[in-house]
């Protein structure tokens, strides 16, 4: 069966460090990867997406993330986080089918 | 820009009462979904629709039910609201092998 998994529930992170959120799935082909952000009370926005190709994808808001096959991973990179990126995260697969699973979440909080 | 409105973004209603949650898309999607949303358990598929009339059980879709009558419009029904499913409920729609757009979500409290 298909799953997500996102290790670390909170992260927490200084403005202007790095920052890497990990995703991890079990599915038994390649799949869609999606990462969305939740900010507080509203629906999720897609931050970037995998479907084929190039492993390496940019995204929205200076957002990479890097499609891992051996590592059955889609880790969420940000060189520099601003105050703003201080949210919620969610990694999602999806099938052929265009179902979708999300994993948890990872809330990530920003110090001044 | 494209759109998924949730009609309430807060409703309170009382155990036993049916409860309505719509949800309209503007982007002439043919699929679309809803879901609920729960601290610590992510987002669960509770209903997916692939077009017009046709409906999909999710995950957790005991309690629920929901209604397609046009493409642009997905209904979920709680037909007689428990305390236990006072929570976030997110609606979303997608066009066939892309993502999904969100709406603003709709939080239930059941008293």
């Known amino acids: 069966a298909q799953s997500v998994t996102q290790p670390d529930i909170h992260i927490t992170v200084s403005e202007g460090a790095s920052l890497e959120l990990r995703c991890n799935y079990s599915y038994g082909a390649t799949p869609y990867l999606f990462w969305y952000v939740q900010s507080p009370g509203q629906g999720l926005q897609l931050l970037l997406k995998y479907f084929s190709g190039d492993t390496l994808v940019q995204g929205i808001k200076g957002f990479e993330a890097e499609f891992k096959r051996s590592q059955s991973s889609f880790n969420l990179r940000k060189p520099s986080v601003h105050w703003s990126d201080a949210a919620e995260y969610f990694c999602?697969?999806?099938?052929?089918?265009?179902?979708?699973?999300f994993g948890t979440g990872t809330r990530l909080k920003v110090l001044a | 820009d494209v759109k998924v409105t949730q009609s309430s973004r807060y409703l309170v209603k009382r155990t036993g009462e049916k409860v309505f949650l719509e949800c309209v898309q503007d982007m002439d999607h043919e699929n679309m979904f809803w879901y609920r949303q729960d601290p610590g358990l992510g987002l669960r598929l509770i209903y997916f629709s692939y077009d017009v009339k046709m409906k999909e059980k999710g995950d957790i879709p005991e309690g629920y039910s929901v209604s397609r009558e046009k493409k642009e419009r997905f209904s979920l029904i709680l037909e007689s609201a428990s305390t236990n499913q006072t929570s976030m409920y997110l609606c979303?729609?997608?066009?066939?092998?892309?993502?999904?757009?969100f709406g603003e979500g709709s939080r239930l409290t059941v008293l």
């Open positions: 999602a697969v999806a099938d052929r089918t265009y179902k979708y699973i």
């Open positions: 979303a729609s997608s066009s066939r092998g892309m993502e999904l757009f």
